[in-house]
Antibody, heavy 121, light 106 residues
Framework: QVQLVESGGGLVKPGGSLRLSCAAS????????MKWIRQAPGKGLEWVAY????????FYADSVKGRFSISRDYARNSLYLQMNSLRAEDTAVYYC??????????????WGQGTLVTVSS | SYELTQPSSVSVSPGQTATIACSGD??????ARWFQQKPGQAPVLVIY???ERPSGIPERFSGSSSGTTVTLTISGAQVEDEADYYC?????????FGGGTKLTVL
């Protein structure tokens, strides 16, 4: 069955760095684009980053551009999010999400359970 | 930047029809998705391509679109449908969520 398992969250000081991982299994990893989506405590959902099936196309939300870097490893079936210069407002549960493009629409059908990142001194 | 606007809360009695609207200029040219999120759980896709229902989602969930507004309808809402609902769409090299609607069924 499809599984997305995030790891790497934790407590970090402002200005610090953290690397999140998402281990994918149960499907052909290279057939799906991947995203990171986050949710601050008690708040709504926010898209963070996108990486295409080939890894050649990457987009970031303005709120993280220049600080976060998304990547994927096909040999390990894993997705990553390198987070630098962390701020208190980056505190959130980070979800790994798979999606597929079908012509003019997209379908994102599986989410991981999330990993909590807390930025605090 | 693009915005999607939805009501913060909707309340219905069990068996009634719940409707949640989501509006935004981008919806005139991009399809919407709807996610359901229950407390402490990851979101679940309930509608994609404005009105398509993934396998395993009950038939009481439906979606529609008109111009810059999409609507999620839950016909005969059940107590277990109580959750937060988010509309979501692609924009220009980005993606945007609505602020979320808390659906209360009691």
């Amino acid at each position: 069955q499809v599984q997305l398992v995030e790891s790497g969250g934790g407590l970090v000081k402002p200005g610090g760095s953290l690397r999140l991982s998402c281990a994918a299994s149960g499907f052909s990893f290279s057939d799906y684009y991947m995203k990171w989506i986050r949710q601050a405590p008690g708040k709504g959902l926010e898209w963070v980053a996108y990486i295409s099936t080939s890894g050649s196309t990457i987009f970031y939300a303005d709120s993280v551009k220049g600080r976060f870097s998304i990547s994927r490893d096909y040999a390990r079936n894993s997705l990553y999010l390198q987070m630098n210069s962390l701020r208190a407002e980056d505190t959130a549960v980070y979800y790994c999400v798979r999606g597929r493009q079908y012509g003019d629409y997209e379908k994102e059908d599986y989410w991981g359970q999330g990993t909590l990142v807390t930025v605090s001194s | 930047s693009y915005e999607l606007t939805q009501p913060s809360s909707v309340s219905v009695s069990p068996g009634q029809t719940a409707t949640i609207a989501c509006s935004g200029d981008v919806l005139a040219r991009k399809y919407a998705r709807w996610f359901q999120q229950k407390p402490g759980q990851a979101p679940v896709l309930v509608i994609y391509k404005d009105s398509e229902r993934p396998s395993g989602i009950p038939e009481r969930f439906s979606g529609s679109s008109s111009g810059t507004t999409v609507t999620l309808t839950i016909s005969g809402a059940q107590v277990e449908d109580e959750a937060d609902y988010y509309c979501y769409s692609a924009a220009d090299n980005s993606w945007v969520f609505g602020g979320g609607t808390k659906l209360t069924v009691l």
